[in-house]
């Protein structure tokens, strides 16, 4: 072969090997570009979600005129002095609702939403529910379960293969707190629900299954399971199947926008309002599942009513996830033959609620300073033991 003849052939070469790199360039390119254009337009679909479902939400709100808007007090002489005393003694701070066989005997305020600009509590304020929350996460679970689509004895396994041990972990030991799991440590930045969930599984421990252990992370997972078995993310599943259809007003997630309704959070003082609590919004954000929600005390038993009396999912099921009636944690309360009580701490809020099975009668109280020594819970099931079990 002459040289002409190579140099001809070398130089084709070189021109193919061009065109390929070319063509390679240009479909990694398109393949990297087609990539951004999906996750551009899913976002969309994710942003065009969530203004439909606040839209609805909105709509909800401005048909709704419920008892979020009075303050009432049908309390007897004795009754009220009962209650000012022991709220008094307590320097109790926040709103108060008493319902007795579906009859709203009180609901008022008590010291300041905004101790700065004197802002007095009343049935409008929002507070942080925190803990509570989970037992709507938990109700939310139970509605799958009716679906069929989730069973309570699947093992965690099936959701979370790389949790360590997760085949001898069942969904119904996470909703009573017994499957063992704890998270070590928590994000302190703000994450999507996937990067939560996935920051979880990789500070994860597991230790002494079946036995009773109060974590967090438990619904956190749940929360997660729910947004892999419905394609909902958790934030869509409670404003369809709880704000909406039970049209909730002044109930929803962190931060509330609605300027002048929501409480600030104190340091309790001796007699007074301590520095407001700050709350970076990666401490709520993290909170999936588990308490990131804000309600009015009415807004917060309507809901509650609404489980224990199957208008969220048949109420033959409520056994099933609240098992216990000697007062052990299940489905997100602590249950007991004739009631169930629930309570929450977070960034300087306290709630809790007494209710009794039926859902006719209840009370809830909801605070902007937490007071560690009586727990407002103590109170609560004061105000029930005096007010609702001895007027049966």
């Known amino acids: 072969m002459d040289n002409k003849l190579k140099r001809g052939l070398l130089l084709v070469g070189l021109i193919l090997l061009i065109i390929g790199g070319t063509i390679y360039h240009e479909r990694q390119k398109y393949a990297v570009q087609t990539q951004q254009t999906q996750q551009k337009m899913k976002q969309l679909q994710q942003q065009l979600q969530a203004t439909k479902l606040e839209l609805a939400i909105q709509k909800v709100k401005s048909h709704e005129a419920g008892i979020d808007d009075r303050t009432i007090n049908h309390l007897s002489a004795k009754e009220q002095q009962f209650v000012q005393q022991l709220l008094y003694d307590n ?57 069929g689509n989730i069973d309570l004895a699947t093992p965690l396994s099936r959701y979370y293969p790389q ?101 600030t959070a104190y340091g309790y003082q001796q007699d007074g309002y301590g520095t407001p609590v700050s709350e970076p919004s990666y401490v709520y954000m993290r909170e999936l599942g588990t308490g990131n929600m804000y309600a009015t005390t009415s807004s917060l038993f309507r809901t509650e009513q609404a489980i224990v009396q199957g208008k969220v999912f048949k109420k033959s099921l409520l056994k099933t996830l609240r098992s216990s009636t000697t007062g052990e944690y299940t489905g997100g309360v602590y249950n007991y033959k004739d009631y169930f009580t629930s309570h929450g701490v977070e960034s300087g809020f306290e709630s809790s609620l007494q209710m009794s099975q039926d859902g006719r009668s209840g009370i809830v109280l909801l605070s902007n300073q937490y007071k560690a020594n009586p727990s407002i819970g103590l109170l609560t099931n004061q105000l029930y033991k005096q007010l609702i079990t001895l007027n049966r």
């Open 91 to 147: 320097s109790f701070s926040g709103t108060i609702l008493i319902v007795r066989r579906n009859h709203v005997l009180f609901q008022g305020g008590r010291g300041y939403a905004n101790f700065a600009t004197k802002q007095l509590n009343s049935p409008q304020t929002t507070y942080q529910i925190a803990s509570i929350q989970k037992s709507l996460t938990a109700a939310l679970l139970m509605k799958q379960v009716q679906a």
């Open 163 to 263: 949790i360590k041990e997760a085949d001898q972990i069942t969904l119904k030991m996470m909703v009573d707190m017994r499957s063992g799991l704890t998270e070590l440590s928590a994000p302190e930045k703000e994450l999507s629900d996937q990067a939560r969930i996935q920051y979880a599984l990789d500070h994860l421990a597991v230790k002494d299954i079946g036995q009773h252990n109060y974590s967090p992370v438990n619904y956190l997972l749940l929360a997660g399971i729910l947004e892999q078995v419905t394609h909902k993310s958790y934030r869509e599943l409670v404003g369809n199947q709880l704000i909406i259809p039970f049209k909730l007003t002044s109930f929803n997630f962190i931060p509330n926008e609605t300027t002048g309704q929501q409480a």
